[in-house]
């Protein structure tokens, strides 16, 4: 058996082919949550750095095919997770101009696309869906095990399920939380 020379893809690459996040999660073989998204940037070609500031999003610099990225260094785990699975959503699937500071103003679209992105990273169907028929009662254990928030959970549940069309029986008990 040979050496593998397989090329690792960059984000532009990906954006050029329009690559889905759960295309990215196979591509690299990761079979097990968390996903660990500063790793997976840094294997698209995103420099992610971290500083001691205390905005939780510093700075996205992207120059022709290179992107660099400052976090906050003190960032709770899936907030940085969500965060940077958020950018490289916006890098790889959002409009161009959404990078440019001007389009903050009307950045709702491209917003929701990265959100789901990053969710989709973070939260892959093929890995979530059976750990959500097991416990989708549970979003802050499912939460935990995946190393996201609650919120993202819950909105991926829900994704799951749409995606479905309830075909999954993610029926959740009601009641206190």
């Known amino acids: 058996m040979g050496v593998d020379f397989r090329i690792v893809p960059t984000w532009a690459h990906m954006r ?34 971290r500083s001691g500031e205390r905005r939780p999003l510093l700075g996205l610099t992207v120059v022709d095919e290179r992107a660099a990225l400052r976090v906050r260094a003190r960032e709770a785990p899936a907030d940085e997770r969500l965060m940077v699975a958020f950018v490289l959503g916006h890098l790889i699937v959002g409009p161009g101009d959404a990078l440019l500071p001007e389009a903050a103003l009307r950045a709702g679209a491209a917003d929701d696309a990265a959100a789901v992105f990053a969710r989709s990273l973070l939260m892959p169907a093929r890995l979530f869906v059976p750990y959500a028929r097991a416990f989708a009662d549970e979003p802050p254990l499912l939460a935990e095990h995946f190393g996201v928030t609650v919120e993202a959970v819950e909105r991926r549940l829900a994704e799951v399920e749409a995606l479905t069309d309830g075909a999954l029986d993610l029926r959740r008990v009601a009641g206190p939380r």
């Open 16 to 49: 050029r082919e329009g690559w889905s996040a759960e295309r990215i999660v196979a591509r690299f073989a990761v079979a097990v949550p968390p996903i660990d998204a500063v790793a997976l940037a840094r294997s698209c070609d995103v420099a992610v750095t």
